[in-house]
């Protein structure tokens, strides 16, 4: 089992393209406590060079019900975070967002679930 961390990123896509957008804005982060898991059939090219602490889970979504739920099910399992935060692909977040995340989770006692647009 790997270090705990404060918080896991989990990210599922289809679209692996999107990826970039989000390591962009996890490279930015004030808070840096955190690991990003992401389940796809593959990463872009670009990933060699993203440098974040990142797992990939090979995942097929194409076909199958209930694929996008296997898929979180498998990002839950790896995830080492005391908070998960579900991180969509093509979605731009301010530098602090993690860190506002993780001070409204220390708020509640880690007692709730926290949203964000």
Known sequence: MGRMVKISVIT???RPLGLELI?????SQTF????W??????????AEVWQLPMTHLPG????????LNRAYNALFREAKGELIVSWQ?????KPDALEK???AYQSTEGKAVISGV
Request: net charge negative.
């Open 12 to 14: 599922p896509t289809i």
């Open 23 to 27: 390591a962009k804005a996890l490279k």
């Open 101 to 103: 995340f993780w001070l």
């Open 89 to 93: 692909d093509w979605i731009w977040a």
């Open 60 to 67: 097929d979504f194409e076909g199958g019900f209930w694929s």
């Open 32 to 35: 840096q406590d955190f690991e």
């Open 37 to 46: 898991v992401i389940c796809s059939k593959e990463l872009p090219q670009s």
